[in-house]
């Protein structure tokens, strides 16, 4: 059974810095790509970025492109989100998640974390 256990929420300023931290198990993830998304009140969830397991190729949002950075380890089976520069637009509900890779790489993800909020104050 696939976990997905996201970590390293909290509260930031403006201009500040967090790192969300994805524990993955229940299974070997080497054909999968894992996901970041995020959800604000009273809006829709929306992607954030996203890397591939075997590879790590990586795919951003245009609104968190060279503020963010996704990264993995595969040896600990931990995804992370670097995210730089944060604005109180930032503020949301961060999701990890994972899916097989193939197909598109921001859609149709099948396993997720519960999620960890991040506040971001002006």
């Known amino acids: 059974q696939v976990q997905l256990v996201e970590s390293g929420g909290g509260l930031a300023q403006a201009g500040g810095s967090l790192r969300l931290s994805c524990a993955a198990s229940g299974r070997t993830f080497s054909n999968y790509r894992m996901g970041w998304f995020r959800q604000a009140p009273e809006k829709e969830r929306e992607f954030v970025a996203t890397?591939?397991?075997?590879?790590?190729?990586?795919y951003y949002a245009d609104s968190v492109k060279g503020r963010f950075t996704v990264s993995r380890d595969i040896a600990k089976n931990a995804v992370y989100l670097q995210m730089n520069s944060l604005q109180p637009e930032d503020t949301a509900v961060y999701y990890c998640a994972s899916k097989l890779d193939r197909g598109s790489y921001y859609i149709d993800y099948a396993y997720w974390g519960p999620g960890t909020q991040v506040t971001v104050s002006p």
């Open positions: 890397i591939s397991w075997r590879g790590g190729s990586t």
